[in-house]
Nanobody
Framework: QVQLVESGGGLVQAGGSLRLSCAAS????????MGWFRQAPGREREFVAA????????NYTDSVKGRFTISRDNAKNTVYLQMSSLKPEDTALYYC???????????WGQGTQVTVSS
């Protein structure tokens, strides 16, 4: 069974940067894609970014384009989210997730908190 563990969250001032990591463990880890999602208090969880595991194709929600970059290290079974020019509205609990081909994201980490102060 695959487990995902996020790290790298914290408190940062507006305009600052953070890099989130998500390490996968398990006997067999070969997802079709990995993604980052976030949930702010009182709001629904929303998609942030995703990357295909083999080809490295990426997509982003509009609000983070040009500021966030998703990447992966297949050898380390790790996906990253580099966040720059952070805004207070980026404050949320950030989750990573994985999915197989033709499936929804169905394996989730526990989340890491990102707080951006103004």
């Amino acid at each position: 069974q695959v487990q995902l563990v996020e790290s790298g969250g914290g408190l940062v001032q507006a305009g600052g940067s953070l890099r989130l990591s998500c390490a996968a463990s398990g006997r067999t880890f070969s997802p079709y894609a990995m993604g980052w999602f976030r949930q702010a208090p009182g709001r629904e969880r929303e998609f942030v970014a995703a990357i295909t595991w083999r080809g490295g194709m990426t997509n982003y929600t509009d609000s983070v384009k040009g500021r966030f970059t998703i990447s992966r290290d297949n050898a380390k079974n790790t996906v990253y989210l580099q966040m720059s020019s952070l805004k207070p509205e980026d404050t949320a609990l950030y989750y990573c997730a994985s999915r197989g081909f033709g499936r929804n994201f169905d394996t989730w980490g526990q989340g890491t908190q990102v707080t951006v102060s103004s």
